[in-house]
């Protein structure tokens, strides 16, 4: 690699590790992840994604609890299935932000 690149490359990699660094941000990671199927506000949509805002199994779940859920999802067959759809894992996702995510469902939460 040319010596004159080094200056340039140390300093894109130091400008990131804050971004690593910095904890997860649940809505950022719901956006990323959820919306699609779940809706921007939580509010589902038609024959993709669950209401998280109403669910009660969102309200009753515990966070933890909650956490594992979306690490690793849920068959459509799946008798608490609300859907009959299937849910993906995200297993991939750092317990940081599996927790993040958590923490920003159920906050959106309006179920009675």
């Given at each position: 690699?040319?010596?004159?690149?080094?200056?340039?490359?140390?300093?894109?990699?130091?400008?990131?590790?804050?971004?690593?660094?910095?904890?997860?941000?649940?809505?950022?990671?719901?956006?990323?992840?959820?919306?699609?199927?779940?809706?921007?506000?939580?509010?589902?949509?038609?024959?993709?994604?669950a209401?998280?805002?109403?669910?009660?199994?969102v309200r009753?779940?515990?966070?933890?609890?909650?956490?594992?859920?979306?690490?690793?999802?849920?068959?459509?067959?799946?008798?608490?299935?609300?859907?009959?759809?299937?849910?993906?894992?995200?297993?991939?996702?750092?317990?940081?932000?599996?927790?993040?995510?958590?923490?920003?469902?159920?906050?959106?939460?309006?179920?009675?």
């Amino acid at each position: 690699m040319n010596n004159r690149l080094w200056p340039v490359v140390l300093m894109v990699v130091c400008a990131t590790i804050p971004a690593f660094a910095a904890a997860a941000d649940g809505g950022d990671v719901f956006a990323q992840n959820c919306l699609a199927c779940h809706g921007s506000g939580g509010e589902g949509i038609e024959n993709l994604g669950a209401n998280l805002r109403d669910s009660a199994f969102v309200r009753d779940t515990a966070a933890a609890a909650l956490v594992e859920f979306l690490r690793v999802g849920r068959f459509p067959d799946d008798p608490a299935s609300a859907t009959g759809r299937p849910m993906p894992g995200f297993g991939w996702l750092t317990d940081g932000e599996l927790e993040a995510v958590a923490a920003f469902i159920k906050s959106r939460s309006s179920a009675p």
